[in-house]
C-alpha cells in the first residue's frame, strides 16, 4: 500500500505539501500541486479516510439509524430514501446503521457513526428511552437529531409529532358525531408511538366519561 511518504518522494515535496492538497486547507502553488495529483494518480494512493476525517475534522457523511424491524415499511421506507437524496444533494454519503433490537444495540449502532466521525447523526428510536437519548446527546459534540420522540433537555435537537393529541383529536371527533361503539387497532406494545396512540384513545373515552372496552382494543403487530 502506497503512503504518503511516498507521494511526497515521488512528487518531490513534502508531506506537510501532499497533506495539504489532499485536504484543501492551505496554499499550494500550481505546479506543486500538479505535480502532487500526478504522483497520486501513479501510485495509486488512497487516504486513510479516518485520519483524513481527524485532519480535516469532516467526513461529508450524516449517519442514520434504524432498527431492522422498520426497513420493510412504507413510512421508514421513504424516510431512508428520502435522506439519502437529501445527502446526494448535499454532496454527502449517507450511512445507515442498524439499531437491531434491544436499546443497548441501538446505543452502540450510534456509537459506530460516532466513531466513524459523521458529522452529524439522525436517529429514529425504537427503544433508547428520552432519558438515555438526551444523556448520550449532551455527551458528544457531534450532532444527533432525535425523530418521533420529545426530548425533556435538548429540544432543539428532536423533531416529533404528539402521537397522543393526534389520536385523542381523532377519537374526540367520532364521540362528538354521536359513536360510542369505537375500536382501536394498537401498535407495537413495545413502540412508544404505539402506547401514546392507545393513550390517546383512552383519555378521549375518559373525557366523555367512557371507559376503553378491552374488547375494542386489537393488538397490532
Known amino acids: 500500500m502506497t503512503t504518503i511518504q511516498e507521494v511526497a518522494i515521488k512528487a518531490g515535496v513534502s508531506k506537510a505539501t501532499v497533506s495539504r492538497v489532499l485536504s484543501g486547507n492551505g496554499y ?25 476525517n481527524l485532519a480535516t475534522k ?3 457523511t450524516i449517519g442514520l ?41 441501538e446505543e452502540a449502532a450510534i456509537q459506530f457513526l460516532l466513531d466513524l466521525r459523521c458529522d452529524g447523526i439522525i436517529i429514529y428510536p425504537r427503544f433508547l428511552s428520552i432519558d438515555a437519548l438526551d444523556a448520550i446527546i449532551s455527551s458528544h459534540k ?36 354521536g359513536h360510542r361503539d369505537i375500536a382501536f387497532i394498537t401498535g407495537s406494545q ?16 375518559a373525557a366523555k366519561g367512557l371507559n376503553a372496552d378491552d374488547r375494542h382494543i386489537v393488538a397490532g403487530k
Not at 444533494?89 to 444495540?105: F, P, S, V
Not at 413495545?190 to 373515552?205: F, H, I, K, Q
Open 58 to 60: 469532516t467526513s461529508q
Open 65 to 105: 439509524v434504524i432498527t431492522n424491524t422498520l426497513y420493510s415499511g412504507s413510512y421508514f421506507t421513504e424516510l431512508m430514501a428520502h435522506s439519502a437524496r437529501m445527502m446526494e444533494q448535499q454532496g454527502r454519503q449517507l450511512i445507515l446503521a442498524d439499531g437491531k433490537h434491544t436499546a443497548r444495540q
Open 28 to 52: 499550494v502553488g500550481q505546479e506543486k500541486r500538479e505535480r502532487v495529483l500526478k504522483a497520486i494518480a501513479e501510485t495509486g494512493y488512497r487516504p486513510n479516510l479516518l485520519a483524513r
Open 142 to 177: 457531534q450532532p444527533i437529531l432525535v425523530i418521533n420522540r420529545r426530548l425533556r433537555v435538548n429540544h432543539s435537537y428532536c423533531i416529533y409529532s404528539d402521537q397522543h393529541a393526534s389520536s385523542a383529536t381523532a377519537v374526540g371527533y367520532l364521540l362528538n358525531q
Open 190 to 205: 413495545d413502540s412508544p408511538t404505539g402506547v401514546e396512540r392507545l393513550n390517546g384513545y383512552r383519555s378521549a373515552l
